[in-house]
């Protein structure tokens, strides 16, 4: 093991990344780095552990490395290193999801169904649902760029990936980062007036209340 990150950091030194990934991935570490971040985040995503979680500690020991840092243990440090980026995907997951939420907030007394109240809601119903509408005004959001991008953006939240970046969704659609935030901004303001005019979330939230009135009952039954 010893030879393992003598090898690791002459790669590093050199500032040869490929090299230092390649030891990694031969030597096996990385395998079984993955395997422990599987075993402990079921959570997420297979694809975002690889990208997100174990590339970029190993990111981040290549960069500490060929910077002059010492680090006595670099299996610990990647160890360390990739649960911490674990833990913040998972915090960001849940901001994005209080954030699709709160941008549909229209009024002062909607109530969150994300806020803790003696009254549990179905909180992925009330998601699902938000998605469903916000997917059916997107035709009254206004250019088609407005159109394009809010819809990537319900896409990724459908598909559970709350790390999406504005350069993400530049790339994907052939946008500028400018273009894509701008965009944002407008759809989300659109959406919200709209919104407000049907009175949806308020709609979402008693049809999320009546399901759970009735799973209530058929639990006392």
Known sequence: MDDLWTNVRKA??????KEMVGILYQSGF????????RNKWRQIP?????????????DILYEKISNG?????????????ADYKAVAFIQEQKQM???LIKEMKLSDNFVDPFDDSPIELDREYCLKRALIEAR????KLGQENVQNVMAYVFDCIEAQRYDVKPAEI???LGLSSGTVRTSLTRGFDRLKRIAL????????LNEAKSITDINDEEEVV
Do not use: C, F, H, W
């Not at 297979?46 to 190993?58: K, Q, R």
């Open 170 to 172: 530049a790339k994907a």
């Open 30 to 37: 990385l395998e079984g780095l993955e395997n422990q971040m």
């Open 12 to 17: 590093a030194v050199s500032k040869n990344p």
């Open 197 to 204: 005019e049907d009175d949806l979330a308020n709609q979402i």
């Open 46 to 58: 297979p694809e975002v552990l690889d990208s997100i979680v174990i590339g970029s500690a190993v």
């Open 97 to 99: 999801t209080t954030t």
């Open 69 to 81: 840092g010492v680090i006595s243990n670099p299996g610990g440090y990647l160890y360390k290193v």
């Open 136 to 139: 059916r005004l997107l035709k």
